[in-house]
Every structure is written in structure tokens, then in C-alpha cells.
């Protein structure tokens, strides 16, 4: 069984996530719906001498009510294996002084008349 063991900060890797785009839309004329669709980047650096593996996990929403629809856009292009509770993760190998930038692309939808929070 694989196990888990944090051993501290390592300087020479840098993992930066950051929201590049949140775009509101409504539609609707009497049932009317609230769309965010969200751009999230995770920009990874590799400082060290030598190729680095390593796993990056991210979160997206999950619904847990039917009303609040969630989408994953562009589901092929970001690369990660995603389970049923939400979370992506790469398998990442990076070589020396490589960068690489990940993107996550996703929609939340649902009826105006609902109050949505925790997606931020």
C-alpha cells in the first residue's frame, strides 16, 4: 500500500494556481438560469538539476443538488483523471528546469433563485 508522508517545503519546485477567467451569464426569460463558467491555470516550475515525477491534485465543484448542474468543458484537453467526487489529478513529469501550465475549464449552472456558494 502507498503511503503519504509529508517531508516539508521543497524551494526548488513551485506550483502556482490562479483564476484566469470567470465569465456570468443569464438566461432565460421566466425560468430564469445563472452560468459561471471558471479558467483555472496551474503553472508548475522544475528548479532542481534533475527530472522531477510528481502528482497534482485539483478540485472541481460536485453538485449534490439536481437543480445545480455542473460541466466540464474541454474534458479531453486538460489531461487528468478525474473521479466521481471531483477530483483531478496529473501524473506530471517535469524535466530540468522545465515549466509547465495545466488548465482547468468549467461551468456551473442553475437557477437564479438559488444561492450558490463555496465555488471560489
Keep these: ?6 517531508l516539508g517545503v521543497d524551494e526548488s519546485l513551485s506550483v502556482e494556481r490562479k483564476l ?16 459561471i463558467e471558471y479558467v483555472y491555470s496551474i503553472k508548475l516550475a522544475n528548479g532542481k538539476k534533475r527530472d522531477v ?5 485539483d478540485a472541481i465543484p ?3 443538488n439536481e437543480k445545480i ?3 466540464l468543458i474541454n474534458k479531453n484537453s486538460i ?14 513529469e517535469l524535466k ?17 433563485s ?3 456558494t463555496g465555488l471560489e
Excluded: C
Aim: proline letters at 3%.
Design 53 to 57: 515525477a510528481i502528482t497534482v491534485q
Design 96 to 112: 530540468s528546469n522545465q515549466k509547465k501550465e495545466l488548465m482547468i475549464h468549467f461551468a456551473v449552472e442553475f437557477p437564479e
Design 69 to 71: 448542474a455542473v460541466t
Design 62 to 64: 460536485v453538485s449534490q
Design 20 to 35: 484566469v477567467s470567470k465569465k456570468t451569464e443569464y438566461k432565460g426569460l421566466v425560468n430564469k438560469t445563472k452560468r
Design 79 to 92: 489531461g487528468a483523471a478525474i473521479d466521481n467526487e471531483g477530483k483531478a489529478t496529473w501524473q506530471v
Design 114 to 116: 438559488i444561492q450558490v
Design 1 to 6: 500500500d502507498p503511503i503519504t508522508i509529508a
